[in-house]
């Protein structure tokens, strides 16, 4: 049975975690630092939740939630879904995005928002079965470390 909870304090095992499975979701960016983190985990605007295998039981996935108020609202965006190859295809991604969007709606969010990869297949059937629907949109990426 899964536990899904806001990380509130940032500990060595939260730090071991986030080092163990941001890998699995991008080979090109780093595990964030101790501090990254702890920014990650203080910041009003985000909450990163945290799947444990049981309660007291390892990390076995994460979610970050970012709610941010804007002129047109209050809005909310889901990132870096990420759950242990050991566990995937368990209900993990789903209770994780189900607390996600619990909190955004308590947060007075009128829409919740993500972004995945075509080739994450098995997400995205997920985040359909969920109710997210696919926009009409361009979404365009400027790099500011060039």
């Known amino acids: 049975m899964l536990d ?8 060595d095992e939260l730090i071991a975690a986030i080092a163990r499975l941001v890998p699995q979701l991008s080979s090109s960016s780093p595990a964030p ?10 910041s009003p605007a985000t909450t990163l939740f945290v799947a444990r295998d049981g309660p007291g039981g390892p990390v076995v996935g994460t979610l970050t939630l970012a709610i ?5 609202g209050v809005r909310a965006w889901i990132e870096d879904v990420i759950v242990d190859t050991t566990v995937r295809g368990q209900g993990c991604g789903e209770a994780l995005s189900r607390a996600a969007l619990a909190a955004a709606a308590q947060a007075g969010a009128r829409t919740v ?3 995945s990869r075509a080739s994450r297949e098995s997400a995205n059937r997920l985040y359909q079965r969920l109710g997210f629907q696919a926009r009409d949109t ?3 990426r400027f790099s500011l470390d060039t």
Do not use: H, Q
């Open 4 to 11: 899904i909870a806001p990380a509130t304090t940032v500990t």
């Open 33 to 42: 630092s101790e501090a990254e983190l702890a920014e990650i985990v203080d």
């Open 68 to 72: 941010f108020r804007i002129p047109t």
């Open 113 to 115: 928002e993500l972004t």
């Open 138 to 140: 361009n979404v365009y």
